[in-house]
């Protein structure tokens, strides 16, 4: 795993041992950060269950203003500050050790790209879709990673399904903020 472009370009990623973490696949990364490319740069970006940080640290590479990264398990913290030390992008980044849900009950925001990636059956995207009410900028997106078989709603709170892609047995959707 490695950093597609940017200030960071070409750095690789230490990943999590074990099953517990599945890292976006490369291709999927990599299509997502073109169909979003002009909307990183100056933002505030928040990584949910960020496993080995792979997309903030590539939306700071590409410019993003600052990141927080959330994830409950120790060994994916240790994984994301090294990651940020090797990419140099300690300066604008926040790691936090907690529970997804819990962080968002207690985040002020606002954000203007958040990912979120969850185990996949865990079914945690309308929740934190839901936590994410009020917390986003205006015009703000939401990228959810989840397997093709998950349906979800084209509205959630406050967010609205703006487009939607498949990658394999992967599905990418983009929420929007109403404005």
Known sequence: MRVITGTARGCRLET?????????????????F?????????????????????MGIEALSRGAKSCVFVDRSR???EVIRRN????KLEAVAQVVNRDSLEYL????????????DPPYAAELLVPCL?????????????????DRETELP????????????????????????KE
Do not use: M, N
């Open 84 to 87: 940020l030390r090797a990419t």
């Open 105 to 116: 009950a207690h985040a002020a925001g606002p954000f203007d790209l958040v990912f979120l």
């Open 75 to 77: 060994q994916a913290v």
């Open 34 to 54: 073109s169909a979003i490319c002009f909307e990183i740069e100056g933002r505030r970006v928040l990584d949910l269950f960020a496993g080995s940080g792979q």
């Open 16 to 32: 999590l041992e074990g099953l517990d973490t599945r890292p976006t696949a490369e291709r999927v990364k990599e299509a997502l």
């Open 130 to 146: 839901e936590q994410l009410s009020g917390k986003v900028a205006a015009g703000g997106t939401v990228v959810c990673e989840s």
């Open 154 to 177: 084209e509205t959630v709170g406050t967010f609205s399904l703006h487009r939607s892609y498949r990658y394999g047995r992967v599905t990418v959707r983009l929420y929007r903020e």
